[in-house]
């Protein structure tokens, strides 16, 4: 089979290797479709001790299952599923109680499980057993079903926030899961949605989403404007989608009272601290929230949302590349020339 492999920092390699061995408790997927994830390009060039080279990523997946050890039960042949990044251990206290994202030892696809960036994938025990391996209708495509992995990540974040009907919800970031963020907030009931971006052409492929007000930071003050949205209360919601430690600032700094945010976006090692005054957190009474990855529930939740037709994400599926041209495919993805860059091991 045809499989790009991390060698080392900062290269990837197309090599023809041996589809991967089934034994009795694991399974084969044919990998229809993968995107590329922002961590896999951080995983190339910055590494992640989780990675050991060689080593294949890529952790947002669909395929069809086409080998089954005599053991496994979780899955049949034939089955159309999609797979998602964090695999709980089963074991440790945060995974007995559902919140296998903050597991210690912290199990994904395409880290110490090899991943999809290949025709042919293994699905080991653990995954079968513990992780996101969620069954497809066959109404579903496959690049949508591997966009589940993200959108259940923006679930966990929204889970987070105490949505419910009636909030305000602002939205800082409007790549792939700032545009999921807004389906979610009106899937979930939000009254006003305000979506936030500082560049314009990321706004105007966002417009599709439709919230209620967009706001190019980089022209207006966005807290005041937020503020001024939300009839001088701040909104009762916000959350950061953006690498940007002023963004972290800025949702602090416009909440309601009794508000929460969401520090949805990681920043890149060496950025400077966050600065607030802790009395803004103290006189609002707000919520400052963190969310990172998703449990195999949010992974079901989101396959189950994306077959309604409740969060959409066709349009944001700007790129599509065969496995072949992988490297065009990340470049694609570092100079930021689109929104979700799909890989097709089998075109
Ligand atoms: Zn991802
Ligand atoms: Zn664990």
Redesign the pocket.
């Known amino acids: 089979m045809l499989a790009a492999v991390l060698e080392e920092l900062g290269r990837l390699e197309l090599r023809e290797l041996p589809e991967p061995e089934i034994d009795d408790d694991s399974a084969l997927l044919r990998v229809e479709a993968v995107s590329i994830c922002g961590s896999d390009v951080r995983i190339l060039h910055h590494g992640n001790p989780r990675v050991k080279p060689p080593a294949i990523i890529g952790h947002e997946a669909a395929g069809v299952v086409v080998k089954v050890g005599k053991n496994v039960t979780r899955v049949k042949e034939g089955d159309r599923v999609a797979i998602g990044a964090d695999v ?9 109680n559902g919140l ?1 994202n ?6 994904a696809v395409g880290y110490q499980i090899p991943g999809a960036f290949a025709q042919y994938m293994k699905l080991p025990k653990l995954l079968l057993d513990e992780g996101p391996v969620t069954r497809i209708p066959d109404s579903m495509d496959f690049e949508t079903a591997a966009l589940a992995e993200p959108l259940a990540c923006a679930i966990n974040g929204m889970e987070l926030v105490n949505m419910g009907l009636g909030k305000s919800v602002v939205i800082i970031g409007l790549g792939p899961i700032g545009c999921m963020l807004i389906d979610l907030a009106r899937a979930m009931g939000a009254s006003k949605v305000i979506a936030v971006q500082r560049s314009k052409a990321r706004l105007e492929l966002a417009r599709f989403y439709g919230a209620d007000v967009y706001i190019c930071s980089e022209e207006e003050d966005v807290v005041a404007r937020c503020v001024e949205e939300t009839g001088g209360e701040g909104p009762d919601i916000v959350i950061t989608a953006s690498a940007s430690v002023e963004a972290h600032e800025q949702a602090i700094e416009m909440v309601a009272h009794r508000g929460y945010v969401n520090l949805f976006g990681g920043l890149p090692k060496g950025t400077r601290p966050m600065s607030v005054y802790s009395n803004t957190i103290h006189y609002k009474e707000c919520f400052v929230t963190g969310s990172h990855g998703s449990v195999p529930r949010h992974h079901e939740l989101a396959v189950h949302l994306l077959a309604q037709g409740r969060v959409r994400v066709a349009p944001l599926i700007t790129h599509r590349f065969p496995l072949s041209q992988i490297h065009r495919a990340f470049e694609v993805m570092q100079n930021r020339e689109g929104m979700k860059v799909m890989v097709l091991p089998h075109a």
Request: with cysteine; proline share 6%.
């Open positions: 709980p251990c089963g074991q440790c206290r945060w995974c007995r296998g903050n597991c210690a030892i912290n199990y």
